[in-house]
């Protein structure tokens, strides 16, 4: 299974920007999918995710700013940024847990590989 993200780069302070998770390969189910960034310095940080059951749980720095959906067709996440600001800008992962095919009993833990977000007049 991969995950790949796409959609970040270059934003001024109070742009907007989507990112997309899209998750694909042996899934049989999907049981969650989060954001995760790390900037320079900084340890890794929850940035918004959700679950299968509907849960969704967003970190303290980006509440009312940025907004996470899914689409369960595609195998999808999306988190729509609002009101950038410069100290949103690192690099941000996707965290899936899934139940692969073969053992869909046993969840899979994946990351995508980054996608840079930078914030910067």
């Known amino acids: 299974v991969q995950v790949v993200e796409s959609g970040g780069g270059l934003a001024q302070p109070g742009d907007s920007l989507t990112l997309s998770c899209e998750a694909s390969g042996s899934i049989h189910s999907i049981n969650y999918m989060g954001w995760y960034r790390k900037a320079p310095g900084k340890e890794r940080e929850l940035v918004a995710d959700f679950t299968s059951g509907g849960r969704t749980n967003y970190g303290d720095t980006v509440k009312g700013r940025f907004s996470i959906s899914g689409d369960n067709f595609k195998n999808t996440a999306y988190l729509q940024m609002n009101r950038l600001k410069p100290e949103d800008t690192a690099v941000y992962y996707c965290?899936?847990?899934?139940?692969?095919?073969?053992?869909?009993?046993?969840?899979?833990?994946?990351w995508g590989k980054g996608n840079l977000v930078t914030v910067s007049s």
């Open positions: 965290k899936v847990l899934y139940l692969d095919q073969a053992t869909p009993w046993e969840p899979v833990e994946v």
